[in-house]
């Protein structure tokens, strides 16, 4: 497993922006897909946004596409999700986690199951 340490979460007024960042150590980052999750109160995980190892392929949930951009640098072992044009709906816990395997395709990353390492969290609240 790797681990994943998030960061950039805060309070925002809706319409704002924030950049969360999700940096790996213990592993060779390049050998993991990535992707973002959510939780808000009162409601499951869901998946946000997911990377496969290049960067080459993304995937976005439909409430966040056009809003959300998820990237990647492996050379500082860092992914990343832009949040733009943000609403009260984006409230929620953010989870980073890693999909072990270059060959892991997006339709997989779609699946919690398919993650060995997850992060802390990191709470992003957007006020009306």
């Known amino acids: 497993q790797v681990q994943l340490v998030e960061s950039g979460g805060g309070l925002v007024q809706a319409g704002g922006s924030l950049r969360l960042s999700c940096t790996a150590s213990?592993?060779?980052?390049?050998?993991?897909?990535m992707g973002w999750f959510r939780q808000a109160p009162g409601k499951e995980r869901g998946i946000v946004a997911t990377i496969v190892w290049t960067g080459a392929s993304t995937y976005y949930a439909d409430s966040v596409k056009g809003r959300f951009v998820i990237s990647r640098d492996n050379v500082k072992n860092t992914v990343y999700l832009q949040m733009n044009s943000l609403k009260p709906d984006d409230t929620a816990v953010y989870y980073c986690?890693?999909?072990?395997?270059?060959?892991?395709?997006?339709?997989?990353?779609?699946?919690?199951?398919?993650?060995?390492?997850w992060g802390q969290g990191t709470q992003v609240t957007v006020s009306s």
């Open positions: 986690a890693a999909a072990p395997g270059r060959r892991v395709g997006i339709r997989a990353l779609l699946s919690a199951d398919v993650y060995d390492s």
């Open positions: 213990g592993r060779t980052f390049s050998d993991y897909a």
